[in-house]
């Protein structure tokens, strides 16, 4: 029943460790987001797929890289992990302007 | 790119009380939408403003979308701890969602 699905719900890491986070999606949309929730709760886009297609890229470090395997899928693997990294990242999808997300992911980065 | 200031940031009310955020742009925005983000939890849609003056309701809540299309609100009458969480107003621009920076509403029963 799960719409959009994410794994690992928590991530504790080390700094300068690689992890990776996987999204999964069944409600049949074409787009795909990743979102990072700081602290203050802000919501930032990072990034955003079209049916496997790189759509938007914001002002993100080249540390993180998203993949996207299917239109299903859209993964988020971080290299280098900094103490700055440390947040909730959701996965979303929609098929338009509506954004259905995933429970989220929190890394802690130590 | 485009962006939508909230406010206020947080609100502390007593059970039963009103509340209202405000989501303002310094431009003309295509639609609006609300999402209710609970502790722990994460956004969920609520609703979407298309047209000037649009009123729409969910039982409690009261959703406007100025005439201008450049605000937008959010009114609960009688809050409940149930509405509890951090409400978000997003708008569209081009092929991304831009979110207000959210209202943290806690309710004391």
């Known amino acids: 029943d799960t719409a959009v699905s994410q794994t690992p719900k928590y991530l504790v890491t080390q700094m300068g460790n690689d992890k990776s986070i996987k999204c999964e999606q069944n409600l049949g949309h074409d787009t795909m987001y990743w979102y990072k929730q700081d602290s203050k709760k802000f919501l930032k886009i990072m990034f955003s797929?079209?049916?496997?297609?790189?759509?938007i890229n914001e002002t993100v470090p080249n540390r993180f890289s998203p993949k996207s395997p299917d239109k299903a899928h859209l993964n988020l693997h971080i290299n280098s992990l900094e103490l700055g990294d440390s947040a909730v990242y959701f996965c979303a999808s929609g098929p338009g302007d509506t954004q259905y997300f995933g429970p989220g992911t929190r890394l802690t980065v130590l | 790119g485009q962006q939508v200031m909230q406010i206020p940031q947080y609100q502390h009310v007593q059970e039963g009380e009103d509340f209202t955020t405000y989501c303002n742009s310094s431009?003309?925005?295509?639609?609006i939408q609300w999402y209710k983000q609970r502790p722990g939890g994460h956004p969920v849609f609520l609703i979407q403003l298309v047209k000037s003056g649009e009123v729409k309701k969910q039982k409690r809540l009261t959703f406007q979308f100025g005439e201008a299309k450049k605000n937008s609100s959010l009114h609960i009458t009688a809050t409940q701890t149930t509405d509890v969480g951090t409400y978000f107003c997003?708008?569209?621009?081009?092929?991304?969602?831009?979110f207000g920076e959210g209202t943290q509403l806690t309710v004391n029963p």
């Open positions: 431009t003309t925005l295509s639609n």
């Open positions: 797929y079209n049916n496997k297609e790189l759509i």
């Open positions: 997003a708008a569209t621009s081009g092929s991304r969602l831009t």
